[in-house]
């Protein structure tokens, strides 16, 4: 069954430190997300990115935070000068349609 | 503005019991619902889903119900057993855009065995 990848699954870096995170969505789809989780509360809606471009994001991603889907299988995520605060699991996620989105199993991200 | 909660935050059932999962929404745009179960260390696993257009929808063991006068959904698990036991979360897609879903902030099932 295709399913989304992520990688890697746990990154600890430094508080100022850039960190990018990796998905490979599931290949036939057209829309791809990013999604936040600070521990113990809800999923967050960062990012939606469709056609080569962001097609929605949230208050959460400001100028800190950009996407690219470089070569027509990886979608990124990048965060740059890092915060205490951005410590969460990270999922990325994909979708083919108007139906469910299918989520990778996450990246820990933990800032020192 | 948009949302989506949860009425109850935890959930304790005995194993082959019942479970009900609410959820309330209160964006009359949302047209789209999905349930989705996260067990520990995971992503977001699909459920279920269900349109704006129909008021009841069965799976393997799982039914969602939709009652659109009074923004409420709700997941019902029959049986439950120890697999079932995660945090559940109900997500809303706004008609005018596919391109957000918007998550509840869950609820933790625990079957006792």
């Known amino acids: 069954e295709p399913e989304v990848t992520q990688t890697p699954s746990h990154q600890v870096t430094q508080m100022g430190q850039e960190v990018i995170l990796h998905c490979v969505p599931i290949?036939?789809?057209?829309?791809f997300y990013w999604y936040r989780q600070i521990l113990g509360q809800k999923v967050e809606f960062l990012v939606s990115f469709y056609n080569n471009e962001i097609s929605e994001k949230s208050e959460i991603f400001d100028d800190q935070f950009s996407v690219e889907r470089p070569d027509g299988s990886n979608f990124t995520l990048k965060i740059r000068s890092t915060k205490l605060e951005d410590s969460a699991m990270y999922f990325c996620a994909s979708r083919r349609d108007s139906k469910e989105a299918f989520f990778g199993q996450g990246t820990r991200l933990t800032v020192v | 503005g948009e949302s989506v909660g949860l009425h109850l935050p935890t959930l304790s059932v005995q194993e082959g019991d019942n479970s009900i999962i609410n959820c309330a929404y209160s964006?009359?745009?949302?047209?789209?619902f999905i349930w989705y179960k996260q067990e520990s260390g995971k992503g977001p696993q699909f459920i279920i889903d269900?349109?704006?257009?129909?008021d009841k929808r069965q799976g393997q063991r799982v039914t969602v119900l939709l009652n659109k006068t009074v923004k409420h959904l709700s997941l019902q698990i029959a049986a439950t057993q120890p697999g079932d036991s995660a945090v559940y979360f109900c997500?809303?897609?706004?008609?005018?855009?596919?391109?957000?879903?918007?998550f509840g902030p869950g609820t933790s099932l625990s079957v006792i065995p």
């Open positions: 269900i349109r704006s257009n129909m």
């Open positions: 997500a809303e897609n706004i008609r005018t855009s596919y391109d957000k879903v918007i």
């Open positions: 290949s036939n789809h057209l829309y």
């Open positions: 964006n009359s745009a949302s047209d789209y």
